[in-house]
């Protein structure tokens, strides 16, 4: 494999504007992120007729090369090519771009959640599959076998304060162990458990949908704990540690060198955690609760409630993922997770990646371009298993119709599923193999789920690809060729 993909990186890092035009670098399943010091300098129309680059997107303050599910190979070649730093960071002390507050929002986002995603992905995998096994009788909830499995599959999310710490403190570039130091003082049992093991001494905002009750103080101040504590949760943690960035750089400048290495994180970690559970991690807290509550609120209006969220949802979610907005639902999902045990809210977007799927497929079928079939067949395929970009970028949205008609279906099946009530009950990966994530863990709504939002796939796949054979001529294909 070594060298497969060097003429490759070699062709995009200088379109790119060359490695002294390179902020930083990084990717996600299908795309390469760059920041680049001047965008001016990179050659869009180059890149798009290199074999092997999808599509070039421009998104959240980011210049965007979207590769496919061989981006791994190919950003290993590029930092290679570039001699940029294995973290992906080249020149940070270069002055930063003014950006837009959605741009500052996205990029936080993408770069925190992104590098956890997949460990999420493989712990929820193994959940919803656990929850299967479990409910088929294959294996027992009081096994030995049951109990090691959880410790991980549980352990990533129970433990994801921890896991975001690291990754916020790289994002806000502090020393990465005081960020991870401070998502493991929010998982410390022993402040986890304290509504367990203790009495309540009080409570703050009584009466209403936030009533918060406190069960020990900090110098005299109450101490706010939400019903599960901070475990799984993602809010308070991001801005906790950039609570401690702002500190600690303050410190790191006025602290003497020769104490720097140990006072700097210690009075950082002093000032931040107490400052965490006192008002960060509540305010932070009353902000995503009262977010799920609104959602949920919307979802749980008679008819018109599920309906209305799943078919938005199902109608809006493949533009999201095109202006990189998809990764600001990860923390709803995973605040609604944490707080409710599931989350119905987002179970409308499910359909997307499959009738995406379809309308690529329906293109692969119908098309006589050879060169567009070798494309759509392993975007479909993808697609199937739930990873749509090369689907979008390299079939369906350069066409625009059949986009439309994929988002279009999507609406209509995504309806479908908020209509029902599906539900799913742990975070993982969409696709064909997300569907184990559906199964309720409790047994008491069996495969219910699964069964509507399958309806819902085949309602959104059956309209998109229909919709797809009847409208789609390769003329389309000429006509934007020639444009």
């Not at 180059?46 to 998104?59: P, R």
């Not at 009847?470 to 006509?479: F, P, S, W």
């Amino acid at each position: 494999m070594a060298g497969t993909y060097d003429d490759l990186a070699r062709v995009i890092l200088e379109n790119v504007g060359g490695s002294a035009n390179v902020d930083s670098i990084g990717h996600c399943i299908t795309r390469l992120r760059f920041k680049l010091k001047d965008e001016a300098k990179a050659n869009d129309e180059v890149l798009e007729a290199t074999d092997g680059v999808v599509k070039i997107m421009h998104a959240g303050g980011q210049y965007q090369v979207v590769i496919g599910p061989h981006v791994n190979e190919v950003y290993d070649a590029v930092v290679a090519a570039g001699d940029l730093n294995a973290g992906g960071s080249v020149d940070e002390d270069a002055p930063a771009k003014k950006q837009t507050f959605m741009n500052v929002a996205i990029d936080l986002i993408s770069g925190i959640l992104q590098p956890v995603l997949p460990v999420l992905a493989a712990g929820g995998m193994t959940k919803g599959l656990l929850s299967l096994a479990a409910f088929l009788g294959w294996i027992s909830k009081d096994s030995g076998t049951y109990t090691v499995i959880c410790s991980f599959a549980d352990g990533i999310f129970y433990f994801l304060p921890i896991f975001l710490g690291l990754t916020a403190a790289r994002k806000f570039k502090i020393n990465e162990f005081v960020g991870a130091a401070i998502g493991a003082a929010l998982c410390f049992p022993a402040m986890v458990n304290i509504g367990a093991t203790a009495e309540a001494l009080g409570s703050v905002l009584a009466g209403t949908p936030f009533e918060m009750s406190y069960y020990a103080t900090f110098l005299g101040l109450p101490v706010i704990m939400p019903q599960s504590g901070y475990t799984s949760s993602v809010i308070p943690v991001v801005l906790a540690v950039w609570f401690a960035s702002v500190l600690y750089k303050k410190l790191e400048s006025a602290t003497p060198s020769a104490i720097r290495f140990f006072v700097v994180p210690m009075a950082t970690l002093l000032v931040t955690v107490p400052m965490t559970y006192l008002a960060i991690g509540p305010v932070a807290s009353i902000v995503t609760n009262g977010l799920s509550l609104l959602l949920q609120s919307i979802y749980e209006i008679p008819m018109v409630g599920g309906l209305l969220c799943g078919a938005f949802l199902g109608g809006v979610y493949q533009v999201m993922v095109i202006f990189g907005l998809h990764w600001a639902c990860v923390p709803i999902v995973l605040t609604n997770l944490s707080v409710l045990g599931f989350d119905a809210v987002l179970s409308g977007r499910e359909v997307c990646t499959f009738a995406q799927t379809a309308a690529t497929f329906a293109i692969f079928l119908k098309t006589r371009d050879s060169k567009l079939k070798q494309i759509a067949l392993p975007a479909a395929i993808t697609g199937f298993f739930g990873t749509t970009e090369p689907c979008i970028y390299g079939v369906t949205l350069p066409k625009k119709k059949p986009f439309i008609i994929s988002c279009i279906a999507s609406a209509i099946g995504g309806g479908f599923v908020g209509l029902m009530g599906v539900k799913k009950f742990t975070s993982g990966f969409s696709g064909i193999l997300g569907l184990p994530i559906f199964v309720d863990p409790s047994g008491a709504e069996g495969v219910t789920n699964v069964i509507w939002l399958v309806v819902g796939i085949l309602i959104a796949m059956a309209i998109s690809f229909v919709g797809t054979w009847l409208t789609y001529r390769d003329e389309d294909k000429q006509a934007a060729a020639a444009r």
